[in-house]
């Protein structure tokens, strides 16, 4: 790929790569309950579910979702319950003085497999791959070996957002160490979630 279209891919995928949305917002919830390390681990299964959408997109099976109105509502439906589900978990967890004992550690599977259903009940995350990364695909040159490229830039800038968030949620930590703040970041991120739902579903196809 030239330079010139890797140097206008970079910065506008960055910049939807650091966009609070819902998973972002998980690693940020994670580091403040589980710690930096943690919440990074975890953030691998969004990028499964993500370098999973972007095989769908390589093969031209995204059409499909262009195509299927029953499977882009189903997508979006279970996706916005799911985030539902996670903001009252996050609305309902317990607060713990700084002297008490860290929250019980979720399994690393579990945290992951929270990031994978965020991330692939996301048909916003699943139009960025077969409506913004095929604007920087020539169709005069081989398809696969210029997805490959981006996909490989997407998924590393999104790890870099996730460390990035991740970074920000242990300060937040220590910024609301009491029970009181605890409980006020846990429901604003609560409310967060259950926003980010309601905008999937009142998300309409491209």
Known sequence: MDAATLTLFVPACFALNMAPGPNNLLSLSN?????????CAAG??????????LCLASAGLAVILHTSELLFYAIKIVGAAYLFYLAVQLWRAPATTQEAAPPPAAGLFALARQEFLVAAGNPKAILIFTAFLPQFVSPAEATAPQFAVLGILFLT????????????????????????????????????????????????RA
């Open 44 to 53: 691998l299964g969004r990028l499964v579910a993500f370098a999973g959408m």
């Open 157 to 204: 800038l999104e790890l870099v957002a996730i460390a990035a968030y991740a970074y920000m949620g242990v300060h937040l930590r220590r910024w609301f160490a009491r029970p009181r703040g605890q409980r006020l970041f846990n429901r604003g991120c609560a409310v967060l979630l259950a926003g980010a739902g309601a905008g999937l579903l009142a998300a309409r």
């Open 31 to 39: 580091a403040t309950r589980y710690g930096f390390g943690r919440s």
